[in-house]
């Protein structure tokens, strides 16, 4: 756990649509340690997806464009990479699996070429060692007969052996950092409770680091060692896992713990809500991005937008009030 | 709300409820080759002014049930009555004075508003149908009604596509509660939403429910959810009702193993909670509803599965006041 993996350092895109520049992501910096789980958590339209796709490389362009920021991969800029670096990278060292395990598939390609394709590519195995291969990876992930299933296609499959197949495809080349970026909310809570086990086993038995993206808050917190809280293209708080859940410090991250139903609570606790909706990103904003949904606003806040400050040791708020006292920070 | 229930005082009750949906091959001679078991037998009352939780995975059956119960789909057997008025038995005009009681809120806010008609027109549109007002009583009336879900009354001659999925949820609203009526089967009405304005809607639901003594029937795969609104949940497993009690013992003292896998699989929002927790992971994935299991439904993942429950189907207990179950392990 010492060694830095990951250091994304101002990131920023945008979007350049018909309806005018979407500021999609503004300045985000965070890190991934070595063996570390970092969760990213943030409503649709926040930025989560957009931020690791970008690092990735993945954003298309036109439309995207990633304008500014570095993405060190073990001190080298994934950025700055010829298109034949990142692709030997991608797979290899950082590998993802999506939201949507109906159409991350090539449904003319049977899965077992799929699996193999990485190992294939990145490892120099022939076919054969590669299918073999392929066949003991979606053993490991819990498909049963797996060497038989080889030649099926992905619809052959349901919705939660298709999203194990995916990870045992990321995971086929040991990749030192793996990226998941909402792949269980498809699925029935039963399924993406098999998910998440088979992950943290995968986890702790090669000892991967994991960037998971999610909206739920609660696979958050039995999973990640570290949290970051996006909104409206920005980090808005950062802390260890249980730092965040007992002493929330931004009044996004306060209210979205509030509106949580919890379902080892009894009782009819009103939900507080957060008014209003995210703000719309086609300014870079020059005031808090949470002001018109804030209910600990100060004067400071329609001026300047505040960057992330500490809060504590290893946490950090953007936010220009201390939510403790409703006093101002400075 | 509970404690404003006299014992006899059931709005609807629902009867050996079956309804199954044909499989036909072949195109100009069609043939039937199967049916989709979609809800077998179940049977339960909803009281006058409570919410019954009706939770499972997704292809339960739940959605279908509400649909059944509403007569959008006429049942293959089973009685519904609402207020002691077999709704299976009336066709054409008697039907449809009865809809006027019973509403429907979906899932998809996108989907279920029309999107050339103004939400004016939308929320108008069942008085007028239904020869309740005249259209100068409707205007009036929708006026009222936007301002009871929150929503400006000037925004009726606005298009849908002017609004956030949280604001069109509340016009879902607003049409579902212009005919005033005594029922309203919400199905997943906040699974499209984000987090923070999921807690909006269900607040707005609350309150209404307060207001107009409303009754509900939230169908929902979001047990965090379902036991915060719910005053009776019932638990289906492909098509069966699998357990059904009062909320707080279905949440701390659950009997059917699908129900306690179910709940053990739900995240908490709380990362020390989260470490100690022991799930149940079950295996393997929900049948297809074409080829039921034989006996039990739930027997091919069950960790309490004994021969019996391959041979014959579990009855519905009442094993403790006002707490059923259908299962031979208990």
């Known amino acids: 756990m010492s060694e830095l993996l990951l250091n994304v350092k101002d990131l920023r895109t945008r979007f350049h649509t ?131 299933r080889l030649g099926d296609y992905p619809h052959q ?37 098999q998910i998440l086990d088979l992950v943290k086993h995968l986890r702790d038995e090669f000892g991967m680091a994991v960037i998971w993206i999610t909206h739920d808050l609660g696979i958050i917190a039995g999973l990640a060692d570290r949290v970051a809280v996006m909104y409206a293209g920005f980090i808005i708080e950062e802390a260890a896992v249980d730092d965040l859940y007992d002493h929330p410090s931004h009044p996004y991250t306060i209210g979205l713990l509030g509106s949580l139903p919890r379902m ?42 505040p960057s992330l400050m500490p809060v504590d040791d290893d946490h950090r708020a953007a936010c220009w009030v201390d939510t403790t006292t409703g006093k101002s920070r400075a | 709300m509970t404690n404003q229930i006299l014992p006899s005082s059931n709005l609807l ?119 309740l007002a005249d259209r100068k009583e409707a205007i009036e009336k929708v006026g009222s009604l936007l301002h009871l879900v929150g929503l400006n009354p000037a925004y009726y001659h606005r298009y849908p596509h002017e609004f956030s999925g949280g604001q069109r949820q509340r016009v879902g609203v607003a049409r579902a509660l212009s005919l005033e009526p005594s029922l309203i089967v919400c199905d997943e009405p906040i699974s499209a939403l984000d987090v923070s304005i999921q807690a909006q809607v269900v607040n707005l639901l609350e309150d209404l429910q307060a207001q107009f003594n409303l009754t509900y029937i939230f169908i929902a795969h979001d047990l965090s959810m379902v036991r915060h609104i719910s005053d009776r949940v019932a638990v289906m497993y492909l098509g069966v009702i699998m357990e059904l009690t009062d909320r707080e013992e279905l949440y701390t003292h659950p009997l059917h193993p699908y129900t306690q896998a179910l709940l053990s699989a739900v995240p908490i929002p709380d990362p020390k909670k989260e470490r100690r927790r022991q799930r149940i992971i079950l295996q393997g994935d929900v049948p297809s509803p074409v080829n039921p299991p034989s006996g039990c439904r739930f027997r091919t993942r069950c960790p309490l599965a004994a021969p019996i429950c391959a041979e014959q189907a579990p009855e519905f207990r009442e094993i403790a006041t006002d707490h059923h179950v259908a299962c031979h392990m208990v």
Do not use: W
């Not at chain 1, 073990?74 to 159409?103: A, C, W, Y």
């Not at chain 1, 298709?162 to 495809?169: E, G, S, V």
């Not at chain 1, 300014?283 to 400071?300: A, G, H, V």
């Open chain 1, 18 to 148: 018909r309806d005018g520049l979407v500021h999609a992501v503004n300045g985000v910096s965070f890190f991934v340690k070595e063996g570390e789980t970092l969760g990213i958590v943030g409503e649709s339209g926040c930025g989560k997806s957009v931020t690791v796709m970008s690092i990735l490389r993945l954003i298309p362009s036109p439309p995207g464009e990633v304008v500014s920021g570095e993405a060190l991969y073990l001190g080298r800029d994934l950025l700055k990479m010829s298109n034949d670096e990142i692709r030997h990278i991608r797979g290899s060292q950082l590998s993802m699996v999506f939201q949507d395990p109906m159409t991350s598939f090539n449904p003319v390609m049977t899965i077992g070429h799929q699996v193999a394709e990485p190992l294939m590519a990145h490892q120099e195995m022939t076919r054969k060692q590669a299918y073999a291969r392929a066949a003991e990876l979606l053993n490991l992930v819990g498909i049963p007969n797996a060497s038989e």
């Open chain 2, 13 to 131: 009750r629902v009867n050996g409820l079956v309804k199954h949906f044909p499989i036909y091959k072949g195109f100009i001679f069609q043939k039937q080759v199967g049916a989709v078991h979609a809800v077998d037998n179940v049977s339960f009352d909803v009281k006058r002014g409570e919410t019954l939780g009706l939770v499972g995975e997704s292809g339960c059956g739940k959605s279908t049930t509400g649909r059944t119960i509403l007569q959008f789909y006429r049942p293959d057997a089973g009685h519904v009555y609402m207020e002691d008025v077999d709704l299976v038995s009336l066709k054409g005009e008697d039907l449809r004075k009865m809809r006027r009681k019973m509403q429907m809120i979906f899932q998809d806010p996108y989907a279920s508003l029309n999107p050339r008609m103004t939400v004016g027109e939308i929320i108008a549109e069942p008085l007028l149908a239904h020869h």
């Open chain 1, 264 to 305: 080892d609570e009894s009782g009819q606790r009103r939900l507080t809500s957060i008014e209003g909706m995210p703000p719309v990103l086609y300014q870079p904003p020059t005031e808090c991005p949470f002001l018109s949904r804030c209910t600990y606003k100060i004067d400071r806040c329609s001026k300047e937008n």
């Open chain 1, 157 to 193: 499959f349901s919705g939660g052996m298709r999203q194990r197949a995916m990870i045992a495809m990321a995971l086929s080349c040991n990749p030192p950092l793996f990226i998941a970026d909402e792949p269980s909310t498809a699925l029935d809570v039963t399924i993406q409770a």
